[in-house]
């Protein structure tokens, strides 16, 4: 059996507001809309979405069903820039990897049918260095063997 589908990975930004960029009415921009436009244009399968600042998950499952997805896994960052998957096929959230994380990653598996789940992580790795990148790489690879 063949699966078509489409993942689209977006660092959105800092919640995606540009408050530096007020539209003329001198309200925060429209960009988290024109983002949810945007993808609403592409009809991903899944979405994995970073740098969601000021999201909690509810906010994040509301931001999704504007591109119809209905499953959601959301991480709760330490650092503010939380992270999450959303899909139009169930999600199980495997893991949430935060122990070593400068922001953290998501495990989980995308169920399409009774007998095809596919794993995907979500992450975004540590900004500042490449040795950091690396121990973060490590730590995902030994979830994921778990």
Known sequence: MTIDFKVVAYNIFEGGVDTS???????PSTRPNDIAAFLR??????????????FDSVQFSNF?????????????????FHLGISSSFPL????????????GALVAQVNFDDE??????????NPFTATARTIEAKIITDQIKK
């Open 21 to 27: 960029n007020p539209t003329g009415n001198g309200h």
């Open 116 to 125: 095809t789940n596919i794993g995907l992580v979500a992450t975004h790795l």
């Open 92 to 103: 199980i959230e495997l893991a949430q990897v935060k122990h070593g994380m400068h922001h």
């Open 64 to 80: 999704v069903s504007q591109w119809n997805h209905q499953y959601i896994a959301f991480l709760t960052a330490s650092t503010g």
């Open 41 to 54: 244009s592409l009809n991903p399968t899944l979405t994995v979405l970073t740098e969601l600042n000021g």
